[in-house]
């Protein structure tokens, strides 16, 4: 009987190791082997069974994995190159170096978001999500990283119809996004917040917003944030507490007299309903930390082009935007502009 089971085990990895991997994006690390699951219980199976013989590496067939998944391993999960992988929710937690690659997130109804991350490094790349719709009043994420700092990098992803936030940063992270297109979030594309002792970095580059709600970009609290070679666009009016937003990016804290708060440079920011920028400080302090350089605010519904505001313009500020169809308007404003500065709660 042993003899038996030794041989059976033996044709499994050679079957998972040969069978059809020239349909996977796998890394040398992977040796050209992976655990291959074809549903959701034995993607489950390869969570926990997965080994040294795979190098820790996992081929998701077609179709819909249904059900919830937790890594808690350093794995490499791969769905197929013609992009015919499914994903309903996943969650990572306590571990490093995950890596995604090649899947998706489709007509999820989520409670809180497709993609949980907290305390752990993670990389994912061609990645998209779609149709998040909103199981309950915290639901309708993309993706949700919380909990102890994580590490993460998104690159070449896509996130589109989402009820909620497309991607929501809770506390100090590490988490830059390349090449990642954002559209049709319903709340705000990307939205970090950050009442914690400890700086976040939120890095942004050769990526897309465009027609999403509310804002597309929202920085609250502790949380540096630089973006380069992107683009803001179409950001749709939102009613919040009986007032109307439709901002390109909100960033609100009391860290923008600090180097590096804020640095935007070769974007546009454009199509916005209400302003392109808004800066809010902390009463009488300097807005030295901020930084434009070849930047272009534009649009024919919005109304202000850079706001600042309970905190003192440095003379060099502007010097950076190259277009702000605003100007007028932004220098002879005389109040203060609503921003939506409550903090998302997390189930």
């Known amino acids: 009987m042993t003899k038996l089971l030794f041989i059976f085990s033996f044709i499994f990895i050679l079957s998972c190791s040969e069978n059809g991997t020239s349909d996977y994006s796998l890394p040398e690390e992977c040796s050209g082997k992976c655990y291959v ?25 077609s179709g819909v994995f249904e059900g919830s998944v937790l890594v808690a391993k350093p ?32 007509d999820v109804s989520s409670g809180s978001a497709a993609l949980f991350i907290s305390g752990s ?28 700092e994580s590490e993460v990098l998104i690159k070449n992803s896509k996130m589109e119809h989402t009820d909620g936030t497309g991607i929501l940063i809770n506390g100090a992270h590490k988490v830059t996004l ?29 990526s897309s917003f465009s ?21 803001i666009e179409g950001v749709r009016k939102r009613d919040v507490m009986l007032e109307s937003v439709g901002d390109g990016l909100v960033v609100k804290n009391q860290f923008l007299a600090e180097a590096g708060s804020v ?34 605010v534009f649009s024919e ?7 600042v505001q309970n905190a003192v313009e440095d003379p ?23 921003i939506i500065d409550t903090f998302f709660e997390l189930q």
């Open 178 to 206: 390349e090449n990642v297109a954002l559209s049709k979030c319903g709340f705000t594309a990307l939205w970090a917040q950050n009442n914690s002792g400890k700086r976040g970095v939120l890095s942004v580059s050769g």
């Open 121 to 148: 490094s993670v990389e994912m790349e061609n990645i998209s999500f779609s149709g998040i719709s909103a199981a309950s009043v915290f639901g309708g994420r993309g993706i949700v990283i919380s909990g102890k």
């Open 316 to 338: 060099s500020l502007r010097e950076g935007i190259t277009r702000n169809d605003f100007s007028s308007a932004d220098i002879k404003r005389d109040e203060e502009l609503f």
């Open 263 to 296: 640095a935007i440079e070769n974007s546009s920011i454009s199509g916005f309903t209400r302003a392109g920028v808004i800066l809010d400080g902390a009463e009488g302090s300097s807005l030295v930390g901020a930084t434009f350089r070849n930047l272009s």
């Open 75 to 106: 794995l490499r999960v791969f769905g197929r190159k013609d992009g015919s992988t499914y994903l309903k929710s996943l969650a990572i937690s306590d571990v490093s170096g995950v890596l995604l690659r090649d899947f998706s997130f489709k």
């Open 211 to 231: 027609d999403n709600g509310a804002a597309a970009v929202e920085i609250l609290g502790n949380t540096a944030f630089q973006i380069s070679g992107s683009v």
């Open 301 to 307: 519904n919005g109304s202000f082009g850079l706001v």
């Open 37 to 61: 699951a074809h549903d959701i219980n034995s993607l489950q199976d390869a969570l926990i069974d997965s080994s040294a013989a795979f190098s820790n590496c996992i081929c998701l067939g």
